[in-house]
């Protein structure tokens, strides 16, 4: 039989107080750990939200971009037209002018034949 003692008293008490203490210091630790998963959730959550906004940010500048590239498309478009029509003009000009050198140079051997 057990013989309820002072030492046993303090010895029940000692570990009872461990045993508390063990289960707070645990229920504390669990808090912690929680409130470190839900800080890291919402650091997580504020980078998605971050990175979703560039991504939307990023896709209107493109579109904008696109938008620009297409109406640059067509000023080259435009320029190479009108290239192609002054370089028809120049060469129609120099036609004429290679012609007028030619009837100018035979009007002056009709009118200065060249002594040989």
């Known amino acids: 039989m057990i013989v309820w003692t002072p030492a046993l008293t303090q010895t029940l008490i000692t ?3 461990f ?3 063990s289960i707070v210091a ?3 630790w669990q808090v912690y750990r929680q409130r470190g998963w839900r800080d890291a959730a919402e650091a997580r959550d504020a980078i998605i939200d971050n990175l979703t906004r560039q991504l939307d940010e990023a896709t209107k500048e493109r579109e904008v971009l696109t938008v620009r590239m ?3 498309e067509a000023q080259v478009a ?3 037209r009108m290239n192609h029509r002054l370089q028809i003009a120049l060469d ?3 036609t004429r002018h290679a012609a007028i050198d030619a009837r100018t140079e035979a009007r002056n051997l009709a009118q200065h034949p060249r002594a040989e």
């Open 78 to 80: 435009e320029v190479q």
């Open 92 to 94: 129609k000009a120099e």
């Open 70 to 72: 297409e109406a640059l």
């Open 26 to 28: 645990l229920g504390q």
């Open 15 to 17: 570990i009872v107080g």
């Open 19 to 21: 045993v508390t203490v």
